[in-house]
């Protein structure tokens, strides 16, 4: 079970998670917060195990709010949520302790993706963010750790299928079987479109 806090100033968007999320049965939101206090006071009492939290809040801001939650307590994971997609922002999240940063113009699909992903203990980047900066920083998952739903879609593009292909098969939205395509490959340390597909070949018997 996934036990979620989300922290957001604008409570339409608390408001519209909540209504994205209400019918997942493996996730259960167990506070909320507008400011990176109130979700540092949620998280001492309610103890989620993920977080989704923007970045620019009042009183504390979402950054600062991560660095003392994942000094306090390293095993919750932290997904970003947020409408800045500028190189610092996403430096000083990641660096902060964030494994996985989404940006608010993303699908509620995506979003529900991205919660699920951190969750099982991969990283989410929205696919329209810029990581290049981060090629020589330590990554929050190690070289080759693919979570489970990016092996299934590492198996289908063994098999030859388009990401259209992929997407309906599984049921999620094209662009976020495009993101896992751009993350799979950063974590796997290759380039191309061609080379995901040879890897995805060589290691289809091990999915």
Avoid: C, W
Wanted: glycine share 8%; aromatic share 6%.
């Amino acid at each position: 079970m996934i036990r979620l806090a989300i922290a957001e100033d604008h409570q339409s968007l608390i408001d519209g998670l909540e209504l994205l999320l209400k019918y997942e049965e493996n996730i259960q939101i167990v506070g909320t917060a507008n400011n990176g206090q109130e979700l540092l006071e949620v998280v001492r009492k309610r103890n989620p195990n993920v977080i989704i939290t923007d970045i620019r809040m009042p009183i504390m801001d979402g950054i600062e709010a991560t660095k003392i939650i994942r000094e306090e307590h390293p095993h919750i994971t932290v997904l970003a949520f947020t409408m800045f997609d500028q190189e610092g922002a996403v430096k000083k999240m990641l660096h902060a302790g964030a494994t996985g940063y989404i940006l608010k113009n993303a699908s509620l699909n995506q979003v529900l993706e991205a919660i699920l992903t951190v969750a099982q203990g991969g990283t989410y980047y929205d696919g329209n963010i810029d990581l290049s900066f981060a090629e020589n920083q330590k990554k929050a998952s190690s070289k080759g750790l693919l979570t489970k739903r990016q092996k299934e879609i590492l198996s289908l593009i063994a098999q030859g299928k388009t990401s259209r292909e992929i997407a309906d098969e599984l049921f999620i939205g094209i662009h976020t079987v495009d993101t896992h395509r751009k993350n799979m490959m950063r974590i796997l340390e290759i380039q191309g479109k061609g080379e995901l597909l040879r890897y995805a070949l060589e290691k289809k018997y091990e999915f």
